[in-house]
């Protein structure tokens, strides 16, 4: 190799060298930015005398998150999910017109009248069990059913099978829906692309970020 040559590989390698630096300490800067941020929600939320971010913030955060997770290939193991939590804060979706796809609704918290919960727990190293509920005066409605997940991923995928409706702590109904006990025995062999799930993109010990099936973005904390 001549001297101008490894002179020219020399430069080209110093400048991508600066300009990865660059890229970590930018990255570095978005991720404290939104753990900051949701953090914060979380606080809020739960009731400590501080402001509550504005929608519009906390959705950017959930977004930056989501996008920080898929430049690092982070991955998280299905017990670090495993509990109970409380939904704060969701997104929804909207159809775009005259185009496919959809789009993220504005994003709101939940209010604290309308509790809704989801838990996960564990009947092996990547299989278990998940419940949502959802409490609203003296009604709650409960749905469980089998789940499971792919590390790889930190997609979690399941099916509901089982509803309980409470009234008062009373159960006045408590079934199998969608197919109840023959669907759960199924389950394991039910492809991906059929089912219902939840693709994790931030956990930590106080809050846990996904994406739905549907595009929509939630934000839970720890129960």
């Not at 739960?46 to 898929?70: C, D, F, M, T, W």
């Not at 009604?139 to 997940?149: C, D, I, M, Q, S």
């Not at 956990?203 to 934000?219: E, K, Q, W």
């Amino acid at each position: 190799m001549s001297a101008l040559a490894l002179k020219s590989r020399t430069k080209v390698l110093t400048t991508l060298f600066t300009l990865q630096n660059k890229l970590n300490r930018t990255l570095e800067k978005t991720i404290t930015q939104f753990i900051t941020l949701l953090t914060q929600t979380v606080s809020a939320y739960r009731g400590q005398k501080i402001e509550r971010p504005p929608a519009e913030a906390v959705v950017n955060a959930l977004l930056q998150a989501e996008k920080a997770a898929k430049q690092q290939r982070l991955t998280y193991p299905f017990e670090s999910i495993l509990g109970k939590w409380r939904l704060c804060f969701t997104t929804g979706t909207k159809k775009v017109k005259n185009r496919r796809g959809i789009k993220l609704g504005n994003g709101f918290y939940l209010p604290k009248f309308a509790a809704a919960h989801i838990s996960f727990s564990a009947q092996d190293a990547d299989k278990g069990e998940i419940t949502n509920s959802v409490e609203f005066g003296s009604v709650k409605l409960k749905l469980t059913g089998p789940a499971k997940y792919v590390g790889k991923k930190n997609l979690l995928a399941f099916d509901f099978t089982q509803m309980q409706i409470s009234l008062f702590s009373r159960t006045i109904y408590n079934g199998e829906i969608r197919g109840g006990k023959t669907k759960a025995e199924d389950f394991d062999n039910r492809p991906l692309s059929v089912l219902p799930f939840f693709a994790f993109f931030l956990v930590t010990p106080d809050l846990i970020a996904a994406r739905g099936r549907g595009g929509g973005l939630a934000l839970w904390i720890r129960d």
